[in-house]
């Protein structure tokens, strides 16, 4: 039987590469959205080498002293979280999980030395997304269901904006659990009040029926969902699909026809290649350069056929109400679309500026999931033997790994876990490499003590009640706790 696994992570920040996960819940669902089981909520113990940022843990709610006590250590954090998705015929979804959650998933199974990816594709399993199904129901199929908009008048697609304008119980929002059960209650009234629109967003979940529906090559229009399409329209687009991506088989690159082709056609290759992959700062010199007030970016927009990303055919363009939704003027869709097809260029033109696309790679093993490849057969093996043994043990185990990152991702492994494992020699080495995360901030987003100094006076500056400011205080304590811990070199770290 598949079910759905509704999930939901409160974190210390936003950034899933650096930040850690404070609590995660999740409710399993059979098919027609009923429960199977009970709740799970769990709390997962603040590393030694972390500070939380102030301002996710006002959002939150959630002191480190509450995850500390109530939590269990990251990697019995994370090893309940992966069995529950590891079982057969599993849909794991959330509410922009693709685009966050997922990413706290992949990063803290690869920290505690865990395949990362494949509790999403092995046993039947899968991922889905509402908030994307969400916005595809507002534009195109809106019937039956209130729809909030934000103080601009824009269409709002926040959680706690839907379940309140559909009477739909959300006391605590930012609790883990009480933000699961939203998702359902919401993925419940898109099922009920628009069936053949869930049933077919459900689809997307195979890449096979997406790629079809792309048709690379054909120049075929697609109807597309995307945030990065802004609120003012709708988060809907028409784009066509131009190249797949020559490094990255799951990514399509496509031309957004909301947009005018025909002044990029004169531009150069490096050109282009500012325009679409060019800071926002970058862009904006450029333009004062050329003594113009602004520099159009190239309208590319890339759809990973894995990410479940919503799209259907153009015929929806005949409907009046969806163009007007979306601000999509289709005869003008269909000349940019000829416009496109007439460049012949712009394929191979795509395919250069994106093989030549370069990316820093960071040096810190913990930052290196996408940057350092697949582990080896030889290494999944045994980091799943080490995963089994009892803490004790670690430190009996000489392993001889294939990949560079292992051996200190290992070590930092034992030590944020289990440091009641680490000789006096490797308490000392932790409590170095503590000192040198947290007094000398290097270029990654990790809070340095000064940088949470400041970010904590900020957050008292601004008008608190009395349990945020016990929350601040708590925070306060914490840090100076964490401090001493990694000052005091002659004892174990608690």
């Known amino acids: 039987m598949q079910t759905f696994l509704w999930h939901d992570y409160e974190t210390w920040g936003v950034n899933p590469v650096y930040d850690r996960p404070c609590q995660f819940a999740a409710i399993r669902t059979d098919e027609n959205l009923n429960p199977v089981g009970e709740p799970v909520m769990i709390y997962a113990k603040p590393g030694s080498d972390y500070l939380p940022h102030p301002q996710a843990a006002l959002v939150t709610g959630i002191s480190p002293q509450h995850a500390d006590a109530n939590g269990v250590c990251e990697a019995a954090f994370i090893r309940q979280i992966h069995d529950l998705m590891m079982q057969p015929q599993t849909c794991s979804v959330g509410y922009n999980s693709l685009r966050f959650d997922d990413e706290v998933t992949r990063h803290t199974l690869y920290r505690n030395l865990h395949d990362a990816y494949e509790r999403e594709y092995k046993n039947g399993n899968s991922r889905w997304d509402l908030i994307d199904v969400v916005r595809l129901c507002a534009v195109t199929r809106p019937d039956g269901i209130n729809w909030p908009t934000d103080e ?115 531009l150069d290759a490096e050109t282009l290649r500012q325009r679409l992959f060019g800071s926002n700062a970058e862009l904006q010199v450029q333009a004062e350069q050329a003594g113009v007030e602004s520099l159009a970016r190239f309208p590319i927009k890339n759809i990973h056929i ?34 496109v097809r007439n460049w012949g260029e712009l394929p191979a033109l795509l395919k250069q500026l994106y093989v ?10 913990d930052a290196m999931l996408y940057g350092g490849g697949f582990f080896s057969y030889n290494d999944k093996n045994q980091l799943a033997q080490l995963r089994a043994l009892p803490p004790e043990e670690l430190a009996e185990q000489s392993s001889v790994f294939d990949d560079a990152r292992l051996p200190e991702m290992v070590f930092r492994y034992r030590a944020r876990n289990y440091p009641q494992t680490l000789s006096a020699d490797e308490r000392a080495q932790w409590q170095e490499y503590c000192a040198a995360v947290l007094d000398k901030p290097g270029t990654d987003k990790r809070l340095s003590y000064d940088v949470f ?9 601004t008008e608190q009640g009395a349990a945020q ?9 914490w840090r100076q706790q964490l401090q001493h811990t990694n000052s005091v070199l002659d004892e174990p770290i608690q």
């Not at 009480?178 to 628009?194: G, S």
């Not at 990410?307 to 000349?335: T, W, Y």
Request: proline share 6%.
């Open 152 to 266: 601009n008048g824009l269409p709002s697609f926040r959680l706690e904006a839907l379940t309140a304008a559909n009477g739909i119980e959300q006391q605590g929002a930012h609790d883990a659990l009480v933000d699961v059960r939203a998702t359902i209650d919401v993925a419940r009234l898109i099922r009920d009040k628009q069936p053949k629109l869930f049933e077919y967003a459900l689809s997307m979940r195979d890449k096979m029926t997406v790629s079809q529906l792309l048709s690379v090559g054909s120049f075929k229009p697609i109807f597309h969902i995307s945030g990065m399409f802004g609120s003012a329209n709708a988060c809907a687009s028409v784009v066509v699909p131009i190249a797949m991506h020559p490094t990255n088989k799951n990514e399509v690159i496509c031309f957004d026809l909301r947009e005018d082709p025909t002044p990029f056609m004169t």
């Open 306 to 339: 894995n990410k479940c990303p919503m799209v259907a055919g153009v015929g929806l363009l005949k409907d009046e109400s969806v163009c007007r939704r979306a601000n999509l003027d289709p005869a003008q869709i269909m000349q940019n679309l000829q416009r």
């Open 356 to 365: 030549g696309r370069t990316f820093e790679t960071p040096s810190d093993p």
């Open 453 to 461: 100094d400041s970010a904590l006076a900020e957050a008292a500056d």
């Open 469 to 477: 400011r016990a929350l601040l205080d708590a925070l306060a304590a």
